[in-house]
């Protein structure tokens, strides 16, 4: 539950963070489609979905509030005609550097309350944790 709590504490000073820049409401569903699509080129809704462990039509929604507000492009797909294969754009790529830039700070700010050394020796043991788990990357758990 600590690791909870603190993964929580840590997402929602992120998000008061983002809300005092003039962006978009973006919520915690949009990270995940950021970071799902940076890594997966030409990925589709339905590949989306099953990432997200949402249906096909929720992961549509998502896209087309990225879509409107220029985060992300649909595109013909290479090989299905009958997809689209999403990316980010240019604002899209910019949102997720913003994006980490943010989290370094907030990952300075808990240095700073427990010590940069406990900090590490923290980072360590997560690493290697996670060196086997963390196949699928980062995703939601609904």
Do not use: C, N
Request: proline fraction near 4%; charged fraction near 25%.
């Amino acid at each position: 539950m600590l690791f909870a709590r603190t993964f929580r504490a840590m997402t929602d000073r992120f998000h008061e963070r983002l809300a005092d820049r003039d962006l978009e409401p973006l919520r915690p569903a949009h990270g995940f489609v950021f970071r799902y699509l940076a890594a997966q080129p030409s990925a589709t809704a339905v590949d989306l979905a099953a990432h997200l462990g949402v249906s096909k039509q929720a992961a549509t929604k998502t896209v087309a509030e990225l879509v409107d507000w220029g985060y992300v492009r649909r595109a013909p797909h290479p090989t299905d005609r009958r997809a689209h294969a999403l990316t980010l754009t240019g604002k899209g790529r910019s949102y997720l550097r913003f994006a980490d830039a943010l989290w370094s700070e907030l990952e300075d700010e808990f240095a700073s309350v427990v010590g940069a050394e406990r900090l590490a020796v923290l980072r360590e043991a997560l690493e290697t944790y996670l060196a086997d788990a963390d196949a699928e990357g980062i995703r939601p758990v609904w």
